[in-house]
């Protein structure tokens, strides 16, 4: 397998159209690596240049520390698969698997041994002699993998290939990638726009925003520790609430302030937040970290609020409830066992060990 080096790579179209702004990036041998961002951030064109279905505007892509800016996409030794499965309707799965191969005139043995190992990996043995209509967008979808894998390239590329697919089978579909992945100890670097694909499916994740990138992180790092005010909303279902609100000394303590919502900051991160006093902030947490006060009894009242329940979503296994205190709105995750009903004024309590405070003018992390 190979490594994958993006050195200030851009991409301008005509009209001065900038899709991807000086992106740095490097993917380590055997690691599988997720572009994640809202339409139109940039993701697919950054695949498609290194596949090199797009011509870079600027930068130096390197593929095994080989630069291939200039070298055609047949020859960069990678395998894509799309949102779009491609199958050729009018050859069976065995055919759709070798045809690559046989463009490549590899020896007949050879396919044979490549495609059966395929099948193999992917649960395909008794559909080698079915056509693509006759098998499900999840058994076509494992074709189109398929398809890539007899390549044995260097790098595998996926752009989107599960956003075809229903809840049910994107949740297998991504199981039989992960397995994939650990079975060849292969490159991959995979777009989507979906951050439950990314937070399951990265090593690390590179999340991207009007053409740049903002934070690239392993999950769980991404999903505690954000950078930025986007990258904190972006990660995490149901998103990260924020409150905005003033910091205020008060009897040697620092609070964050806003009307109807009183909290104390925690000492540890009096450092931080010192230069804030008296500033305008931006208060994130996330809505596992709110709890109702009748499942937190030993709450301080310095952590705690009153808020009024406005809806109730009931979610099986676990309840959002959506609040409201003086002018901010916000949504708490607790357990199927509450019984909070709309309109029920709720003392609820804020974990403060998760909190995160971002600044309104940069957006950037405080803590």
């Known amino acids: 397998m190979a490594t994958v080096t993006l050195k200030d790579v851009s991409k301008v179209y005509p009209g001065g159209i900038e899709a991807v702004k000086s992106v740095s990036l490097n993917v380590e041998d055997k690691e599988f690596v997720v572009l994640v961002g809202p339409s139109g951030c940039g993701k697919s064109t950054t695949l498609r240049m290194v596949a090199g279905l797009e011509d870079a505007s600027g930068g130096e892509i390197m593929i095994d520390k080989r630069i291939v800016n200039d070298v055609p996409a047949k020859n960069r030794d990678i395998a894509m698969v799309f949102q779009n499965y491609a199958l050729y309707p009018h050859m069976t799965v065995y055919e759709n698997l070798a045809f690559g191969l ?60 599960l956003s075809n697919l229903d809840a049910k089978l994107r949740v297998q579909m991504r199981m039989e990638l992960q397995k994939i992945h650990n079975r060849l100890q292969c490159t991959m670097i995979y777009v989507t726009h979906d951050q439950v694909e990314a937070l399951t499916l990265g090593d690390r994740i590179v999340v991207m925003k009007d053409g740049t990138i903002q934070q690239v992180a392993d999950p769980v790092s991404l999903y505690e520790n954000p950078t930025n005010q986007f990258v904190a909303g972006f990660i995490g279902s149901p998103p990260m609430n924020f409150i905005k609100g003033k910091i205020i000394a008060q009897n040697g303590d620092y609070l964050f302030y806003d009307r109807g919502i009183k909290l104390r900051i925690l000492p540890q991160n009096y450092a931080k937040i010192a230069p804030f006093r008296d500033q305008d902030v931006v208060f994130g947490i996330r809505p596992e970290d709110i709890y109702d006060k009748i499942f937190a009894q030993d709450a301080r009242p310095e952590f705690t609020t009153t808020a009024t329940v406005e809806v109730v979503e009931p979610m099986g296994s676990e309840i959002y409830l959506y609040l409201n205190a003086g002018n901010n709105n916000f949504v708490a995750r607790v357990s199927n066992q509450d019984t909070a009903t709309v309109n029920q004024d709720l003392q609820v309590v804020f974990d403060m060990s998760k909190a995160h405070f971002f600044s309104p003018k940069t957006q950037l992390a405080i803590f």
Not at 129 to 139: F, H, I, N, Q, V
Not at 141 to 158: E, T
């Open 102 to 161: 046989k463009l490549r005139r590899y020896p007949t043995k050879e396919i044979e041994r490549r495609v059966q190992e395929a099948a193999e990996i992917l649960g395909l043995g008794v559909m080698l002699k079915r056509k693509p209509k006759e098998l499900s967008g999840g058994e076509r979808q494992r074709v189109a993998v398929g398809r890539a894998i007899v390549r044995k390239p260097k790098v595998f590329l996926f752009d989107e290939p």
